[in-house]
């Protein structure tokens, strides 16, 4: 066997194999990719809920001090007007200011400008003078989208909303939630109940 070459046959993958995988691939892509950007918009709007129930808890603290004992929470309302705030608009820097009046002392060390959608939160405020009144202090953030949901001059109705549409508004008043993400039976309780 001295003059004997062996061949050794190398194989590669034929045509169909990699159709084959290709497709297994592009099956498992469409199962894996709307649940993980469902998953990324759900982290959106928890870090939106918890910015605003911060912000909010340091702005209710700010308004006790004032007031020495706010009546947060108090709305018997079904509805909620933003437009009923004095400074509808309260600026970011504004809300800073307030919020951390020194170096030394605050009430949050930051507040934060924008929501998990990377879209500006929308601040009011009653005023000075109505520190005693119903809706005093407001947080909004418009959802997914950045609009309103509800035009600014028209009523929220209190209650949750499917907590998979990202496009709706929250909003967080005068120590609790006006619009806030829930479950579809909770979001299906509150439409049935209106």
């Not at 497709?23 to 498992?28: L, M, Q, V």
């Not at 605003?52 to 909620?80: C, E, R, Y």
């Not at 003078?129 to 909004?140: A, F, S, Y």
Request: aromatic share 12%; no cysteine.
């Amino acid at each position: 066997m001295t003059g004997a070459r062996s061949h050794s046959r190398e194989r590669g993958f034929t045509l169909i194999e990699l159709l084959i995988v290709v497709a297994i691939i592009g099956i498992i892509s469409a199962l894996l990719v709307p649940n993980l950007m469902t998953g990324l918009q759900n982290a959106n709007q928890t870090r939106t809920q918890a910015d605003m129930k911060s912000v909010g808890t340091a702005w209710m603290q700010w308004l006790t001090d004032q007031v020495s004992a706010a009546a947060a929470g108090s709305s018997t309302t079904a509805t909620f007007t933003w437009s009923e705030f004095t400074h509808a608009d309260f600026s970011h820097a504004d809300l800073s200011a307030l919020l951390r009046p020194s170096n030394t002392f605050f009430y949050l060390q930051d507040v934060p400008e924008r929501d998990g959608w990377n879209n500006p939160y929308r601040f009011g405020f009653a005023g000075s003078d109505k520190l005693l009144g119903t809706q005093v202090i407001g947080i909004w953030s418009g959802g997914r989208d950045g609009s309103a949901t509800a035009q600014p001059e028209s009523s929220y109705e209190i209650g949750a909303f499917p907590g998979t549409d990202f496009n709706q508004d929250l909003v967080w008043a005068d120590g609790y939630w006006v619009r806030w993400p829930g479950s579809a039976a909770e979001a299906a309780a509150e439409e049935g109940g209106n």
